[in-house]
Nanobody, 115 residues
């Protein structure tokens, strides 16, 4: 059974940085691509970026060049580094495999950015 556990969210001041983690289990981690998403209250889930098995990445517009995704196949973990955070980045952040499996969304991790 595939399980995804996100962590690293926090309350930070605008301009700060955070690194989120997503630990995956029950899956051949190194063979899979993973994506990060975020969802603010009352908003649709928004694509942040994706990292494929060879480490190549592609980003959406959500964090406007302020995001960096990496992976550690020895730890079955995908990271999302976010810099120069803005209040509008406040959301719950989730990871999933690519293509998305609806049944395995985790609890996400909350990021709150204050002025």
């Amino acid at each position: 059974q595939v399980q995804l556990v996100e962590s690293g969210g926090a309350l930070v001041q605008a301009g700060g940085s955070l690194r989120l983690s997503c630990v995956a289990s029950g899956i051949s981690f190194s063979d899979n691509a993973f994506a990060w998403y975020r969802q603010a209250p009352g908003q649709y889930r928004e694509f942040v970026g994706v990292i494929i098995s060879n480490g190549a990445t592609k980003y959406g517009n959500a964090l406007e060049g302020r995001a960096s995704i990496s992976r550690d196949n020895t730890k079955n973990t995908v990271y999302l580094q976010m810099n120069s955070l803005k209040p509008e980045d406040s959301a719950r952040y989730y990871c999933n495999v690519v293509p998305t499996i609806d049944d395995i969304w985790g609890q996400g991790t909350q990021v709150t950015v204050s002025l």
